[in-house]
């Protein structure tokens, strides 16, 4: 008897929730399936690779696992293709079976607040993006319209400000009070150390418009700050005290608890004598962005907690000085042409992960990771959430509601008609084993390239498209 011929699933986005579709698909063996998961950047692994502090090596090395996935004889990698562009999402639904969209969330919210378009002021996931060597924000050659993320801000300030107190606000503040020595020993691009040893910030405020008990950082990444050689944490001990709604979040959220313990053990601390200090200011808002020609302070509010739970201004304000500021406010979900968007949320509507298009479950499409749930969770969120979308594909092609109806190489043959050429995961290796070379070549384990150019040349690639 012949084999069954094999679904075709494609999955947009080779970040960590897109492979984890992939191996969830990969790993059953109910129903026989081919994996195509591509991406627009020449190499896989998503925020992974361009999300994941440098300085988190152990949490950088989850993608050895997920290139395992990638390794998959029913899996390939597809690099290099940009859905929308080189196909649109209707050519790829014609070409497959069914559709994983796990494309993330590729822009960041805004604050709202006057200067915030003045030079210095950036938002966290650009500043992110840059220093994990991310090829949009080291490009090649500048598309119209776009500036280069402004570095110099970075080496002329003494003091920064990082709005918001999540975990990505406490990677930026810990990358920017990190020394380039130190940093070296991670993967960051040359062109990247160069810069940052140019900087010479000696404070970082962070602003929670909330009070201490609402922060959204994991108490491991927290306490790390607090063990930065030559930096004092500056915390004012008043801003600790408890309201009511604090010391209820306190009473039954343990992540909260451990948070608040560590603030006050770090506020009794005996400061002073440092090089650097890192400020943490609670119920505090940034109400404006101030500087001539570019940012010099940013004027801040008290803040309290309303009868209905909202943050008010209370009037008060002061300045802080601040050469730099970061807005780090959460990422937000954008619309791919062609998939159902919910603006409001910045999600594609869905059901444990069935994509709703105009009003009804649609037959082929499915979603997973941030574009499904919003910018939230660790890395590991990714993997039930993509579990789960597997779980509803699985069963609706066990119950006849999602159907082989193409020739399960159409897309190979779509791709090869349009003249397009992905990276597969050998060329992955190629580029891996580049950087790897590179970074002993210099003294290091490894240096990232951040060149779309130099990716494309380490993949084998002579020219760029
Ligand atoms: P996040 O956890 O949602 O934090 C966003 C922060 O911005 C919150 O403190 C929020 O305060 C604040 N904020 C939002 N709008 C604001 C405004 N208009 N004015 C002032 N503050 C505002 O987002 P994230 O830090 O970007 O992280 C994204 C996800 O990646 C999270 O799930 C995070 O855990 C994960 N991540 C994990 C790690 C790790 O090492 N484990 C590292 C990086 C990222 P409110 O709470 O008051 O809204």
């Known amino acids: 008897m012949s084999e069954p011929r094999p679904f075709v699933v494609a999955v947009i986005g080779a970040g960590p929730s897109g492979i984890y579709a992939a191996e969830a698909l990969s790993q059953q063996a109910d129903v026989p399936v081919r994996v195509a998961v591509i991406d627009r950047l020449p190499v896989p692994f998503g925020l992974v690779r361009y999300g994941v502090a440098p300085d988190h090596e152990s949490i950088r090395s989850i993608r050895n696992t997920l290139e395992r996935t990638l390794e998959k004889p029913n899996v390939r990698f597809f690099g290099d293709v940009t859905i929308g562009a080189d196909l649109t999402v209707d050519e790829l639904r014609e070409a497959v079976d069914a559709v994983i969209y796990a494309y993330g969330a590729g822009s960041h919210k805004v604050l709202g607040v006057p200067g915030e378009q003045l030079p210095g002021v950036m ?23 776009r500036e280069r993320l ?54 970082v405020h962070l602003l929670g418009r909330r009070g201490p008990a609402y922060t959204s950082f994991t108490t491991k990444e927290l306490r790390e700050l607090g063990q930065l050689p030559d930096v004092d944490i500056m915390i004012d ?57 570019s940012v010099d302070s940013v004027e801040v509010e008290r803040t309290m907690i309303d009868s209905s739970g909202g943050v008010v201004g209370t009037g008060q304000r002061e300045i802080i000085p601040a050469q730099l500021v970061i807005r780090s406010v959460g990422y937000r979900g954008i619309e791919l042409p062609g998939v159902p968007f919910d603006v ?86 190629r580029i891996d084993a580049a950087e790897i070379d590179l970074g002993l070549s210099h003294g290091r384990r490894r240096t990232t390239l951040a060149h779309r150019s130099d990716l494309l040349a380490a993949a084998g690639e002579s020219s760029l498209d």
């Open 344 to 429: 409001a949320t910045g999600r594609v509507p869905h059901a444990e992960g069935r994509v709703i298009r105009n009003g009804g479950f649609s037959a082929d499409e499915y979603v997973t990771g941030w574009i499904k749930r919003g910018p939230t969770g660790v890395i590991g969120t990714n993997k039930s959430d993509a579990v789960e979308t597997v779980t509803s594909l699985l069963a609706d092609i066990r119950d006849g509601a999602v159907t082989p109806h193409h020739d399960s190489n159409e897309l190979d043959r779509l791709l090869a008609d349009r003249g397009i050429h992905p990276l597969d995961v050998d060329a992955w290796h």
């Open 123 to 145: 938002a966290a996931p650009e500043f992110v993006a840059w220093y994990c060597g991310h090829p949009d924000v080291h490009p090649d050659v500048l598309d119209a319209g």
């Open 150 to 203: 402004d570095v110099e801000s970075i080496n002329r300030a003494h003091s920064a400000v990082v709005v918001g107190v999540g975990n990505v606000a406490l990677d930026v503040a810990r990358v920017l009070i990190k020394s380039a020595d130190v940093l070296t020993d991670t993967d960051m691009a040359d062109e990247v150390l160069e810069s940052l040893a140019r900087k010479e910030i000696t404070d």
């Open 237 to 293: 001990p008043t801003d600790l005290a408890l309201d009511e709604s604090s010391r209820a979040v306190v009473g039954r959220d343990k992540v909260a608890a451990r948070n608040v313990a560590l603030f006050q053990e770090w506020a009794a601390r005996t400061v002073g004598g440092a090089a650097q200090r890192l400020w943490f200011h609670f119920w505090t808002r940034p109400v404006s962005i101030i500087g001539d020609g």
